[in-house]
T-cell receptor
Framework: GENVEQHPSTLSVQEGDSAVIKCTYSDSASNYFPWYKQELGKRPQLIIDIRSNVGEKKDQRIAVTLNKTAKHFSLHITETQPEDSAVYFCAASISFQKLVFGTGTRLLVSP | GAVVSQHPSRVICKSGTSVKIECRSLDFQATTMFWYRQFPKQSLMLMATSNEGSKATYEQGVEKDKFLINHASLTLSTLTVTSAHPEDSSFYIC?????????????FGPGTRLTVL
């Protein structure tokens, strides 16, 4: 089955810096890659997603890139703000079916 | 975005009792819902896929007789933890798949924190 690895497990940045979180997946059939932000005790919130027919997608300060050949995708957050502090999860799915999540990255943005 | 509710938000029960958790899609019909479990400081682990009108599909290692799933309507799925034990204490989160529009997306419920004494 699908296996998703995520790095780093923790990431500390200064406000205004950029943050990059990377994930790799194992199943070449996966074609949908969402990213979720989860605050303590809350539900995961979809922040951006990308489908396998696209190499890059951007939404304001957030961007995701996908390299199908290497089977990895990355989340880029620019101009980080303290409210970006949370746990971020990547996930992979085949045709929008069950999501296999990465292990999570705890992002801390210091003022 | 679409709204998914979960009830109860938290429950404390004694060991050996059964607990039912409801997951509802409030503004769309969900033929497929998913149940996840999340232990503290860990990722979400899929327990089972719930399909309306048919039996749930359980992930490897998840006991189907212990975690009963019913998806009787297009807006409601329930997870019953039978004979709960302290090791079942966890954060249970459902998601509902909305495939009605251009974007096929899963929306998560707010989660249910189960504590088994």
């Amino acid at each position: 089955g699908e296996n998703v690895e995520q790095h780093p497990s923790t990431l500390s940045v200064q406000e205004g810096d950029s943050a990059v979180i990377k994930c790799t997946y194992s199943d070449s059939a996966s074609n949908y890659f969402p990213w979720y932000k989860q605050e303590l005790g809350k539900r995961p919130q979809l922040i951006i997603d990308i489908r396998s027919n696209v190499g890059e997608k951007k939404d304001q300060r957030i961007a995701v890139t996908l390299n199908k050949t290497a089977k990895h995708f990355s989340l880029h957050i620019t101009e980080t703000q303290p409210e970006d502090s949370a746990v971020y999860f990547c996930a992979a799915s085949i045709s929008f079916q069950k999501l296999v999540f990465g292990t999570g990255t705890r992002l801390l943005v210091s003022p | 975005g679409a709204v998914v509710s979960q009830h109860p938000s938290r429950v404390i029960c004694k060991s050996g009792t059964s607990v039912k958790i409801e997951c509802r899609s409030l503004d769309f019909q969900a033929t497929t819902m998913f149940w996840y479990r999340q232990f503290p400081k860990q990722s979400l682990m899929l327990m089972a896929t719930s399909n309306e009108g048919s039996k749930a599909t359980y992930e490897q290692g998840v006991e189907k007789d212990k975690f009963l799933i019913n998806h009787a309507s297009l807006t409601l799925s329930t997870l019953t933890v039978t004979s709960a034990h302290p090791e079942d204490s966890s954060f249970y989160i459902c998601s509902a798949r909305d495939s009605s529009g251009v974007a096929d997306t899963q929306y998560f419920g707010p989660g249910t924190r189960l504590t088994v004494l």
